[in-house]
């Protein structure tokens, strides 16, 4: 009996710590891999220990995550291994996510005060602003060295404040990714820097007219229709206002032709319904590598994953604009950051990683600007001289946003809290155009109430 | 063993063998791993929701207690509206399709047969994975605009339908997921169909009843019972549709599926509102709390309980 119960106990306990081993992380590969032969050597304790590695440095475990593409899981996956192979006391488990599993992750991690070491941001870093460790200690004690790069790309990645946030990753700009030999064979003429969103509309409905596809693949309806769309009113006018504690415009109107133009194109079939929008999970499955339509929104730096998802030539031109003389109102913006959390324990080891990554060569020669256009000098010189096509087309285009007139301003690299909120709702009440449920004017006046009421 | 050896093992030592050797104590422990996970797990987290429920939580600030604003401004809200309004379609649509269903095959493989066990663990299987990522993936290819589907209907030249840009048929593809996964259901009607004595169906022979007559006399009135058990349970888990919404539409087109459970992960997760989920997932309660209550309060005019007889 005695025996029995004894047994029970110890089935039992065992039961609850196998319950709580099953909540443990899954670890990476490269994790399990230490972690076997760490076993290993404990086995068998007459090999030698790796001393001339554990000699001065404590192993330090540090995790990581960013979201994006395949192709970027696979750069980023084998710089880390790099680093690991230069560092071996250093070991890094990483979660590649797309974005939005991102951002959700991310808010959960936020509230349990468990954040990644290292994570990756972009505009929308005020809101996470408590979990940033700044970096301006690291760059004045030389941890982190800067001299390789100036200050306009580090002033991209700080708050109004001088905190350094993060390091840059890439500077990247919005485009029009479209295929000329689609445009051919509509007759339609191909896309310059000034043209408009009339002619947008003309040549989708052209193209669609024509080919029986999509003149236009998916958009990032809040970047075109309302960030830049009000950039495009006229210079220093913004959806929010530079202090990010109010809009930036005042007349709700500004939002409405954009939302009109997206329902008559649904309307015609010249540009995907919202299910159709939804069949396209990354870019990879964009239509425009499908051959379904013949252009598609873009941030610059996805241009070469498009490109070589496609296998044909492709071209890149800036959004159209209201008034072909008015303002274009993309800019040069830092595609996003490397930032170190405050919960790491490992504030230093993450900030020694984040330096590698931004500013090594041969790191970045793993990466090949696939996150934006590196903004260390070296590193950009020496992906120079070695760049295919599709590479110099983003280099050009990025260059041709930068010599766009900015009337004197200056972009706003951040947004505030309520972005998140404010795109939700911009989305929601566009599908309420798009099925008729609200007209174009109801919509933007809808919008625009909403976000002022985050304030 | 003996009675007294038991008692001399119980009596004989310490007040701490006294405690470890009672029986109740044994029954704690081989217990705690439930009470355990569901204090951590369900209890605590309740509790801290109901708290938030009435604050301004948006996980990444210190929270501020608003009252019952969150609960008011919920029946101002369009979407939330609209989400009741579907998911309440929803329930309506599937959970009465998936029963029948489920009956009709448990009906089906109740005849003795050497391949019934086959059959019932084949009809199982989309219980087992149909609530995962990966069948709600294959879906959603399924019913694309050239998926499987689709390209069938071109083949037999009917139009095709655009499932997910159409508000009206975007449910179905979600409706029909939902009954395919009949399995639990169907196992639970085939015990329910064993426990009918044969000689209820003899009887109703001799008297010349036919098919349709035995199912609405004898079986159906012998199984409700268990209907109302698979009922309630489906009802809960009908309510709470999310993975096939998210992954399948993700709420869309225009909010056509934004089912309750989808929205106020929306909310408290993409939008971080989560003191307005919390309150959101306690009108949940009282809602499920409400529709299960009517159900349990109706049925008995219509489960026929043997005893009552």
Redesign the interface.
């Known amino acids: ?2 025996m029995k ?1 004894i047994l ?2 110890v089935l ?1 306990a065992a ?2 710590f196998g ?1 709580a081993a099953c909540g443990n992380n899954t670890t990476s590969e490269t994790t399990t891999s230490t972690e076997t032969a760490s076993v290993d050597t404990t086995a068998e304790p007459t090999e030698a220990p790796e001393a001339e590695v554990t000699e001065e440095h404590e192993p330090v475990t540090l995790r990581m995550a960013w979201w994006g593409s395949q192709t970027r899981h696979d750069r980023t996956v084998a710089v880390i291994e790099l680093y690991e192979s230069l560092n071996p006391y250093v070991t890094i488990e990483y979660e590649p996510m797309d974005f ?1 599993g991102y ?2 992750k991310l ?2 991690l ?2 349990s005060n468990d954040v990644w070491d290292i994570f990756q941001l972009g505009s929308n870093f005020p ?2 602003q ?2 940033i460790y700044t970096l301006n200690d690291f760059i004045a004690d030389g941890t982190i060295d800067v001299s390789g790069t100036n200050d306009a790309f580090l002033r991209i990645a700080a708050d109004e404040k001088g905190n350094q946030v993060g390091l840059c990753s890439g500077v990247n700009t919005y485009g029009i990714a479209y295929d000329p030999e689609l445009f051919k064979q509509a007759g339609v003429a191909e896309p310059t820097e000034n043209w408009t969103w009339d002619d947008f509309k003309n040549a989708c409905l052209t193209i669609h007219e024509k080919l029986g596809i999509y003149g236009s693949s998916k958009f990032d309806d809040w970047q075109a229709g309302a960030s830049m769309g009000i950039n495009q009113e006229g210079f220093g006018i913004g959806f929010f206002n530079k202090t990010n504690d109010g809009m930036g415009f005042d007349d709700p109107k500004m939002l409405a032709d954009y939302m009109q133009m997206r329902a008559d194109l649904v309307d015609a079939g010249a540009f995907p ?4 929008c ?2 396209i999970a990354d870019i990879e499955q964009d239509f425009v590598v499908t051959g379904e339509a013949a252009m598609t929104w873009v941030a610059s730096n996805q241009f070469v994953a498009l490109s070589e998802a496609a296998g044909r030539e492709l071209k890149l031109i800036n959004p159209p604009r209201k008034k072909a003389d008015g303002p274009a109102g993309v800019s040069i913006q830092s595609s996003q950051m490397l930032c170190v959390s405050q919960d790491s324990k490992y504030p230093e080891e993450a900030a020694k990683f984040i330096e590698f990554f931004q500013s090594s060569v041969d790191a970045n020669k793993i990466l090949l600007a696939e996150r934006g256009i590196p903004t260390f000098t070296a590193v950009r010189e020496a992906l120079a001289a070695e760049l295919t096509d599709t590479e110099k087309a983003v280099y050009e285009y990025v260059d041709l946003v930068g010599s766009f007139d900015t009337g004197g301003e200056t972009v706003n690299p951040s947004s505030p ?1 309520c972005v ?2 404010v795109k ?1 709702q911009y989305k ?1 009440y566009l ?2 155009v ?2 008729k ?1 609200m007209t174009a004017e109801e919509a933007a006046q809808a919008v625009f109430d909403f976000a002022a009421s985050q304030f | ?1 003996s009675r007294a ?2 008692d001399r ?1 119980e009596s004989g030592r310490s007040p701490w063998n006294r405690f ?2 009672n029986d109740n104590t ?1 029954g704690y ?2 217990a ?2 439930f009470i ?2 569901f204090l951590a797990f369900t209890i605590i987290p309740m509790l801290s929701s109901l708290y938030y429920s009435c604050t301004n939580f ?4 210190k929270e501020k207690w608003v009252g019952f604003a969150n609960y008011i401004n919920l029946f101002k809200d369009e ?1 939330f509206l609209n989400s009741l309004k579907v998911t309440f379609e929803y329930v309506a649509l599937s959970v009465p399709l998936k029963l029948a269903f489920a009956l009709f095959i448990a009906f089906l493989l109740t005849r003795p047969s050497k391949v019934v066990s086959f059959y019932r663990s084949l009809y199982y299987l989309p219980s087992l994975i149909g609530g995962s990522v990966a069948v709600a993936l294959v879906w ?1 290819e399924l019913f ?2 050239n998926g499987l589907i689709n390209l069938n209907l071109r083949k037999l030249g009917i139009d095709t339908v ?6 009206s048929t ?1 449910k179905w593809p979600i409706i029909l997921m939902t009954a395919w996964q009949f399995g639990s259901s169907m196992l639970i009607f085939a015990a329910g169909l064993k426990e009918i004595p044969t000689s209820y169906y003899e009887a109703a022979e001799i008297d010349g009843a036919n098919g349709w007559q035995k199912f609405w006399k004898i079986t159906m009135p012998c199984l409700s019972p268990v209907i109302l058990f698979n009922l309630i349970m489906q009802l809960i888990s009908s309510f709470m549709v999310f993975t096939q919404a998210f992954v399948i ?2 709420g ?4 056509a599926t934004m089912y309750y459970a989808l929205y106020l992960y ?1 909310q408290g ?6 003191g307005y989920a919390s309150a959101m997932s306690w009108v949940m309660l009282i809602v499920m709390g409400t529709v299960t209550a009517i159900v349990f309060k109706t049925s008995k005019h219509w489960v026929f309980n043997e005893a009552d007889s």
């Open positions: 009996m005695k119960q029970a106990v039992s039961m609850v319950l939005d951002f959700n808010a959960t936020v509230a809101t996470y408590s979990k319904d919202p299910g159709a939804n069949e809290e998140d909120a939700e929601y599908d309420k798009i099925y449920e | 063993m050896k038991t093992i470890i050797y044994v422990i081989f705690s791993p355990i996970g948006d996980l990444i600030n979407r959603k694309a605009r655009n499932w997910f840009g159409n508000m975007a539409t993700g869309g087109p225009n909010d929306k997760i993409q939008s971080r509102n989560m």
